[in-house]
């Protein structure tokens, strides 16, 4: 098994049919992922799992609620041909800090700016993110995230499938590694398209994701 990295806050797995992606998710796994929320005004909602302690995957796609919505949705999520892991989430223990370190090392993450999301409960939801979009085109340099005040996400119930493995493939690591020790951050890295493979324990056995 490789090192996880410590400041993981989740993986995102977008897909263009969240409905056809969380079912394919419960019958591979034998674990059904909870509703999350909807990101209004962005046309997309998402499901979660906890992959262990302070980390879970979403799994986001277009929000049928939001059918009128037309325009860019996070993570095109609405363009792939299929359900693929396109970025990573690291929370630092001081955001600002965090993107002003990476900025005098040469690496820009991007703008920060605030989100939220209504539970299924009601309860509302606000965080602040870099702009995990536009900061590398790769999705390989993960986006920077701090949820203030607001209930982490792993900390609201969710089913649970602990996350064994994460690592990726990229054309050119040696291009991706210094942006991600900007972030003081790292991700095991092999020469290859550019991609996401992760490995979680279900009640199945171990089940392995792109």
Do not use: C
Not at 91 to 105: G, N, Q
Not at 146 to 157: F, K
Request: hydrophobic fraction near 40%; glycine fraction near 10%; avoid cysteine.
């Amino acid at each position: 098994m490789n090192a996880i990295p410590s400041t993981l806050d989740h993986l995102v797995l977008a897909t263009p049919d969240l409905a056809a992606t969380v079912a394919d998710f419960a019958r591979r796994t034998g674990v059904t992922p909870a509703l999350g929320g909807a990101h209004v005004g962005l046309g997309t909602r998402n499901h979660l799992v906890s992959l262990g302690g302070t980390r879970y995957l979403e799994i986001i796609g277009p929000d049928p609620d939001q059918h009128a919505y037309d325009g860019p949705r996070p993570f095109d999520a609405d363009q792939l041909a299929g359900p693929r892991t396109v970025t990573w989430a690291i929370s630092p223990p001081d955001l600002d800090a965090a993107v002003a370190a990476a900025r005098a090392k040469g690496y820009n993450p991007g703008s920060i700016r605030p989100m939220s999301r209504r539970r299924p409960d009601g309860t509302l939801l606000e965080w602040r993110l870099t702009d995990g979009d536009t900061a590398h085109p790769s999705g390989l340099v993960p986006f920077l995230i701090d949820w203030g005040s607001s209930l982490h996400p792993s900390a609201s119930g969710l089913p649970t499938t602990p996350l064994l493995e994460l690592s990726a493939s990229t054309p050119d690591p040696d291009e991706i590694r210094p942006l991600l020790a900007a972030l003081d951050t790292s991700l095991p890295l092999t020469a290859g398209p550019v991609g996401f493979s992760f490995t979680v324990d279900t009640p199945r056995g171990p089940v392995a994701f792109g």
